[in-house]
């Protein structure tokens, strides 16, 4: 990629902007006021606005490697808090996309160093739903549904967090689970029953 390039490029999107609304930037830094959280991962293949076509301002955003939300990153956790009190989101969109590198390599019995302490998150979804998993034969069926039920425990991560519990409560805010199929360019909705999974945890995850 040449670098300069992008400077050209963004010349031209500036331009292209303008041409369609002259007040486009203007409107743009009065401020946001998305109605969506997405999070999602950071491979350079899976752009948020351009797989849900939205616009600019309609989603607050948040990516790492492979879409986790543990407790103990206070990146995705201040994300979270700023999303649900500040700006007043009424959906959270936890979504993963298949052939997720992040996933394979937690598959792996591989020393990766410093992603090590990262990749452990998924691997303990391995190891909650290592029954269903090792039942599927086929490697690349059972990396696919990896992929999924990450979705689905990170989507219980966010639901564990004091803020998005009251804004459940208050408002109603809603947590949807998706997958991005690469091959089709599809989005799938996972259609989670969290009320379901929950009822188990949440005697010991409420918090009031």
């Known amino acids: 990629m040449d670098i300069k390039q992008?400077?050209?490029n963004n010349h031209n999107w500036v331009k292209d902007k303008l041409n369609q609304d002259p007040?486009?930037?203007?409107?743009?830094?009065?401020?946001?006021?998305?109605?969506?959280?997405?999070?999602?991962?950071?491979?350079?293949?899976?752009?948020a606005e351009e797989l849900m076509g939205i616009s600019a301002g309609e989603a607050f955003v948040h990516r790492n490697i492979a879409n986790m939300v543990p407790n103990t990153d206070l990146s995705s956790m201040s994300v979270i808090d700023y999303a649900v009190v500040h700006l007043q989101v009424q959906h959270i969109v936890v979504c993963g996309h298949y052939y997720c590198g992040g996933v394979k390599a937690a598959m792996q019995s591989q020393d990766l160093g410093i992603l090590n302490p990262w990749l452990r998150n998924i691997r303990d979804v391995y190891r909650t739903h290592r029954d269903e998993l090792n039942e599927i034969e086929e490697e690349d069926q059972r990396y696919k549904r990896l992929v999924e039920l990450n979705v689905q425990e990170q989507c219980i991560n966010v639901?564990?967090?004091?803020?998005v519990q009251r804004a459940y409560r208050e408002r109603g805010i809603s947590i949807h689970g998706w997958v991005f199929d690469i091959h089709t360019g599809k989005l799938i909705d996972l259609k989670i029953d969290l009320e379901k999974i929950l009822a188990n945890v949440m005697e010991i995850y409420h918090l009031e």
């Open 159 to 163: 639901i564990k967090t004091a803020e």
């Open 23 to 47: 007040n486009y930037f203007k409107n743009l830094s009065k401020g946001q006021n998305p109605d969506i959280l997405y999070i999602g991962c950071s491979d350079s293949r899976v752009t």
């Open 6 to 8: 992008i400077f050209e």
